[in-house]
């Protein structure tokens, strides 16, 4: 067996992971958890200890101080805390050094969400190949298993892909990816991910239809759908990390990602690029200083780990897949719901953090026992899902199955048609108090929708990404 983990970050995914790798600790060891800001990382360890999560009391729960873009400071680490398994749940930007580090030293390297380069936004797809997947062969050659995209969207969601295929279907026509938060967290407005990483998401809309990439303006093709639990909500056509993997490894005609987004983040998010803020390039003042908009708007918005003490209500993720099984018309949905408020009494985290913190401490606790140890880098859904979805059902996310009547009231069409339709359908409308902006939030079912669900995972702080996601 792998024996002892580090998760590098201290986020809100972080804070989650670390909690459920210390309730593990029987399988996965020591825990080190290591970040820029060394006291980030205290501080998970203290809520961690103050919950009592730490199952094996004899293992070692500690912190460490590390720049995870210098790879021989990371190298070093994962030396002397005898590390085999890295989490990586910093920023979109470290994918790479934490992963040359993991070449270097043999250690299984897990992340949430694709890599990011500072000075690009959604390059040409699929994203995977400009970077990660220039590795493949290394990680093979010197048999180190890498696990990409492994928090919730990217990552439970192509397990459910790879579940649809070996369980459910013979051929499959389309995955439609649904991703709704239908949660409310009272203020005004924030990301659940931090900011920087969430806007950069919505530059472009790439989507894989017809076997094709196709690109769509933001905010531009809209549906709604009476998902299970949390009822009809507004989604919106939107790029996302594991269309780049699952368009390559999932045989399937059209693969495309649905985000739930109000009418008042919406008509925030349009503001803030309309006039410039969402920008990643410097831009400099009249005094001579370089501010990056987009960096400045981060320090404006609220800490999304600050979110979780008040926040109520529910998540719902999963896949809506078409197709056939023994010639006949087939429709399921797998699909997954948390409730913010539990999430936050059992590890003081909100729903969207904690769907993206547990998922790569399951992946953990299946490289520890060998179960998935590939000895090489691989997406998700490459791997046999079932053993993951068993470890998720009993750690705190739970997957449901429910057959669909084909083409009945209760189908989710995904189909695109032309972009002139589309728009004409797709318009966000707010009524704003000058006096009294939370009027904004007043009226009820737009309070629990106006607020966007993130990502992930990367999964990650990201984006959940990264800490995307």
Request: net charge neutral; glycine share 6%.
């Amino acid at each position: 067996m792998k024996k002892n983990v580090m998760i590098i970050g201290a986020g809100g995914v972080a804070h989650v992971a670390a909690h459920k790798a210390a309730m593990n600790n029987d399988v996965l060891g020591d825990i080190c958890i290591a970040s820029r800001t060394q006291a980030k990382c205290d501080a998970i360890i203290e809520s961690v200890n103050r919950k009592g999560h730490l199952k094996n009391p004899e293992g070692r729960l500690y912190s460490a101080q590390l720049d995870a873009l210098d790879i021989p400071a990371i190298v070093k680490l994962i030396k002397k805390s005898k590390t085999k398994i890295v989490i990586n749940l910093g920023s979109a930007f470290l994918n790479m050094s934490v992963l040359e580090a993991c070449i270097e030293t043999g250690a299984a390297y897990i992340d949430t969400a694709i890599h990011e380069d500072p000075d690009k936004v959604c390059e040409e797809p699929p994203w995977y190949a400009n970077y990660e997947w220039k590795r493949k062969e290394r990680c093979e050659e010197k048999g180190v298993t890498a696990i990409l995209g492994a928090g919730f969207d990217p990552g439970v969601v192509n397990a459910y892909c790879a579940l649809a295929v070996k369980r459910y279907f013979d051929k499959i026509d389309t995955i439609d990816i649904l991703d709704v938060n239908a949660g409310s967290h009272g203020r005004y407005f924030s990301t659940n991910f931090d900011p920087e990483i969430n806007f950069r998401e919505f530059v472009k809309v790439w989507t894989w239809i017809d076997r094709q990439w196709q690109e769509f303006p933001t905010h531009s093709v809209k549906r709604e759908y009476d998902f299970p639990v949390v009822g009809k909500q507004p989604v919106y056509l939107n790029g996302h990390d594991e269309l780049h993997s699952l368009s390559k490894n999932i045989d399937a005609n059209s693969i495309r990602f649905w985000m739930g987004f109000g009418d008042h983040y919406i008509n925030v998010f349009t503001v803030l690029r309309t006039l410039g803020f969402l920008s990643h390039l410097p831009v400099t003042l009249t005094t001579g200083q370089e501010v990056v908009p987009l960096k400045l708007v981060k320090a404006l918005l609220p800490d999304p780990m600050t979110l979780a003490p008040g926040y109520t209500g529910n998540t719902c993720i999963g896949v809506f897949v078409k197709g056939w099984m023994e010639g006949k018309k087939r429709e399921v949905l797998i699909y997954q719901v948390s409730d913010h408020k539990k999430c936050y009494e059992e590890v003081e985290s909100q729903a969207i953090s904690y769907t993206a913190g547990v998922p790569p401490v399951a992946a953990a606790m299946l490289v520890a026992d060998g179960v998935w140890d590939t000895k090489k880098m691989v997406n998700v859904e490459e791997l046999d899902p079932e053993p993951f979805i068993k470890i998720l059902d009993s750690i705190g996310l739970p997957t449901e199955v429910k057959e669909i009547k084909p083409d009945s009231k209760h189908s989710f069409d995904g189909t695109v048609r032309t972009l002139e339709k589309e728009l004409s359908e797709s318009t966000a409308t707010v009524t704003v108090s000058a006096a009294n902006p939370m009027i904004a939030l007043s009226s009820g079912k737009q309070a629990k929708s106006s607020h966007l669900k993130e990502k992930s995972g990367s999964g990650k702080e990201k984006k959940h990404k990264k800490n995307k996601k």
